[in-house]
């Protein structure tokens, strides 16, 4: 069974940045699309960001020009580099990881953006 463990949530003031990882239990090369979602609260999980084995990254409009999606396949982690956070940006944050037709999940990581 895949995986996946989220950190690096926590509480950060408007305008500061943080970076979320996501470990795997398995190769990272494996994985043909790694994402990140969040769920605010009383919201829909939405997407936030994907990086695939093979094309460009994806953004939601809502994090473009702040949010950064990256991969490191041989330590088989993801990373969410988020800058200038808005308190808009409070969810809890999940990554999936898809392979063929299976799709894994994490546990999520709670980000708080208060002042």
């Known amino acids: 069974q895949v995986q996946l463990v989220e ?5 950060v003031q408007p305008g500061k940045s943080l970076r979320l990882s996501c470990v795997t239990s398995t190769s990272g090369f494996s994985f043909d699309v790694m994402e990140w979602y ?8 939405e ?3 994907q ?3 093979f094309g460009s990254n994806q953004y939601a409009d809502s994090v473009k020009g702040r949010f950064t999606i990256s991969r490191d396949n041989p330590r088989n982690t993801m990373y969410l580099q988020m800058n200038d956070l808005k308190p808009e940006d409070t969810a809890v944050y999940f990554c999936s990881a898809k392979q063929g037709v299976n799709e894994y999940w994490g546990q999520g990581t709670q980000v708080t953006v208060s002042s």
Do not use: E, H
């Open 7 to 11: 950190s690096g949530g926590g509480l």
């Open 47 to 49: 997407l936030v960001a």
């Open 51 to 53: 990086a695939f084995r």
């Open 38 to 45: 969040r769920q605010g609260p009383g919201t829909q999980r």
